[in-house]
């Protein structure tokens, strides 16, 4: 039954990284202005887009079968597919009545190509991720009640990982300008953001692509220099580009969050240059101990896959034994998942399947022994912390995330602002903790650096 063209309706599904759910959140504010109202329970929605995900075989699984299964629930609505598994797979589309898939240039361009289709038919737009050479700008928007958000910075990756199909899906690295992002994160500190997390395909590539080229840090250090309450957090950044200014700047400013997300992959040397990953095992021992030296209460995580092609028992154990010594706080493990048209799908001898398995399990183990005692480094201490959601209606709880990564669920009066958060109990989800303080940028310089 046809509504009345009141109010379209526009379910939005999103699989992958922080990157991916950026974009999705900026699709969906783009549909909004277009007379679409976002409604992701809608039973009867006129359209679907679904931002999918294809770095591995079983993400590329779940995008097939989330578009499938959506196709078949609301055959009525247009169906429109973007993300990296519509950049390399286009046909992934056809199983629904009418359909738009958009490749990776197209997406950036996306209010462009949904103004220019005819909602009965099915098409493909896709000129092909190669020939992304600019940044493609869907803008950030500012989610009210929410007090942190993903800014993407940066897009597309211009390295060639062996394993690694990113940079086919994405096209090279691109960089938003410099005044855009400054532009940007003035908005959503005065929407009241109180955490920005800056996040990219290849973050640590940030501005090489611009003219004048820029870096990283000297992005961080303009954003910091700019007035303002917000903290920053960055996403993912490979072990080369956390340089010893970013280290500098984490430790000796506030709005800075004292945390590493480092891809790490492997820490045996013979895998890591059969991944053509640029730095060796010894590399990372130095990154992660200038890193704690520098900023004790930092939080590392490290990015593991397991089970690349040669992965032998010893190499594996190279890999667990300097984990154990690094200082991470906690890991996420991956096994290996050979791409199409990536080098390393050709690599042997390839390891069994139930081998990998195990050394996932080993290495998810030793994660949950390193977060646990990570976290107890901190019970009894006050740290910073940033609402991840609304409050509970009923318990009137929600989990507040510190800027050194720990979860803390407190009780909380709302969810703007910082809080200054006391921890008292360690347990599966995280941490329990009471709030001391709610806090704003003033008091902030202050607490931070003395845990009481
Ligand atoms: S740096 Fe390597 S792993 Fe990361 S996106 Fe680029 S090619 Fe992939």
């Known amino acids: 039954m046809q509504r009345p063209n009141l109010t379209k309706i526009a379910l939005v599904r999103v699989l992958g990284c922080k990157v991916n759910q950026a974009e999705a959140a900026a699709m969906a504010a783009i549909l909004e202005t277009k007379g679409f ?50 950049e390399i797979n286009p046909e992934v589309g056809n199983s629904a009545h009418k359909s738009l898939v958009m490749g990776t240039f197209e997406k950036d361009r996306f209010a462009t190509f949904l103004d220019a289709h005819s909602e009965d038919e099915s098409r493909i737009v896709r000129k092909g991720a190669s020939s992304c050479n600019t940044y493609g700008d869907l803008g950030s928007p500012a989610i009210p009640g929410r007090s942190r958000t993903f800014l993407k910075v940066q897009d597309g990756c211009s390295q060639r990982c062996t394993y690694c199909i990113v940079p086919i899906a994405r096209g090279p690295s691109r960089s938003m300008p410099r005044s ?39 992005l961080l250090e303009d954003l910091l220099c700019e007035p303002g309450r917000t903290r920053y957090r960055l996403s993912s950044v490979e072990p080369q580009e956390i340089t010893q200014r970013i280290i500098d700047l984490a430790a000796n400013n506030s709005r800075i969050c004292r945390h590493f997300h480092v891809p790490m992959q492997s820490a045996d040397d013979s895998v890591l240059s059969r991944m053509a990953r640029p730095y060796d095992s010894a590399f990372i021992r130095d990154l992660t101990r200038r890193i704690l030296s520098e900023i004790p209460e930092a939080c590392i995580g490290l990015d593991v896959m397991v089970g690349f092609p040669g992965e ?44 990998a398995a195990r050394r996932v399990e080993e290495l998810r183990t030793l994660s949950a022994k390193l977060r646990q005692t990570f976290h107890e480094r ?11 959601s609304e409050p509970d209606p009923v318990t009137g709880t929600l989990i507040a995330r510190t800027d050194n990564y720990i979860p803390v669920r407190v009780v909380a009066r709302h969810a703007e602002g910082l809080f200054q958060v006391k921890l008292q109990e360690i347990t599966s989800e995280g941490s329990l903790g009471s709030v001391s303080a709610y806090t704003n940028a003033q008091s902030k310089k202050q607490n931070r650096r003395n845990p009481s």
């Open 37 to 86: 109202t976002v409604d992701s329970e809608s039973k009867e929605p006129d359209l679907v887009l679904v931002n999918t995900c294809c770095v591995t075989a079983k993400a590329e699984g779940k995008s097939r079968r989330l578009i499938n299964r959506l196709a078949l629930e609301y055959p009525s609505a247009l169906l429109v597919v973007t993300g990296c598994l519509a």
């Open 180 to 218: 855009a992002v400054l532009e940007r994160a003035a908005e959503l500190d005065r929407s009241g953001y109180s955490e920005i997390v800056l996040t990219g395909i290849h973050l640590g590539c940030y501005g090489r692509d611009l003219d004048p080229s820029i870096t990283l840090e000297d």
């Open 312 to 355: 032998d028992d010893r190499s594996f154990e190279n890999t667990r034994a300097m984990i154990e010594q690094s200082g991470a706080a906690y890991l996420h493990v991956f096994p290996f998942s050979p791409r199409p048209g990536t080098p390393a799908a050709k690599f042997g001898p390839r390891v069994a399947s139930a081998v």
């Open 378 to 388: 901190f019970l009894g201490a006050t740290l910073t912390a940033v609402a991840e």
